[in-house]
């Protein structure tokens, strides 16, 4: 089936650095890839489409200047999460549609902001 | 806003009983559901799709789709203590697109 890596599966920063997070599909090309946030006993929230080769589309409420999303290959999204706080700490999870599987979503990355 | 709604659980079924998850959703131009489980700590595993009305069965699982309610659902027959997991309900307009909008999730608990 379809697979998508996702890179690192588990961070911890400082209050105000930046983390980059990456999303790979390693079999099929994607051009629409997905982020997704995860907060504690909550759902997953769509934050942003990434579009390759032009810019993402973020969901409402979401700081396109603080959730940096580059989809520079058909097979590469990245998410910078820019000055990291507390609040930011987080499950985030990246996926891609492949056409036949549906959505599938990267393995996630928890993020822990101190 | 599009909304999708899941009653959050615990749901508690014995181990070889059917376990019946259900769902609803806000948004009429849905034209996509799936059904993911979620383990504590983990990313989200396909269970199962449907596009059309009825029913649409895979091994042990079953969903069914009703437009005109607005309702999916997810039956799983002889449930196992391996079933035990977090269920999210998903819909989406379709195209591949969109995103998904996912419910908030039916904690699911089998019983030995």
């Known amino acids: 089936g379809a697979v998508v890596s996702q890179h690192p599966s588990r961070v911890i920063c400082k209050s105000g650095t930046s983390v980059k997070i990456e999303c790979r599909s390693l079999?099929?090309?994607?051009?629409?890839m997905f982020w997704y946030r995860q907060f504690p006993k909550q759902s997953l929230m769509l934050m942003a489409t990434s579009n390759e080769g032009s810019k993402a589309t973020y969901e409402q409420g979401v700081e396109k200047d603080k959730f940096l999303i580059n989809h520079a290959s058909l097979t590469l999204s990245t998410l910078t999460v820019t000055s990291a706080h507390p609040e930011d700490s987080s499950f985030y999870i990246c996926s891609a549609r492949d056409g036949y599987y549906g959505y599938t979503f990267g393995s996630g990355t928890r993020l822990t902001v101190v | 806003q599009k909304e999708v709604e899941q009653n959050s659980g615990p749901l508690s079924v014995p181990e070889g009983a059917i376990a019946s998850l259900n769902c609803t959703y806000s948004?009429?131009?849905?034209?996509?559901f799936f059904w993911y489980r979620q383990y504590s700590g983990k990313s989200p595993e396909l269970i199962m799709s449907i596009y059309s009305n009825g029913d649409k069965e895979d091994g042990r699982f079953t969903a069914q789709l009703n437009k005109a309610s607005q309702y999916v659902s997810l039956l799983i027959r002889d449930s196992q203590p391996s079933d035990s997991a977090t269920y999210l309900c998903?819909?989406?307009?379709?195209?591949?697109?969109?995103?998904?909008?996912f419910g908030k999730g039916t904690h699911l608990i089998i019983q030995p």
């Open positions: 998903a819909a989406t307009s379709g195209g591949g697109a969109d995103g998904l909008t």
């Open positions: 079999d099929f090309q994607a051009t629409t």
């Open positions: 948004d009429r131009g849905s034209q996509s």
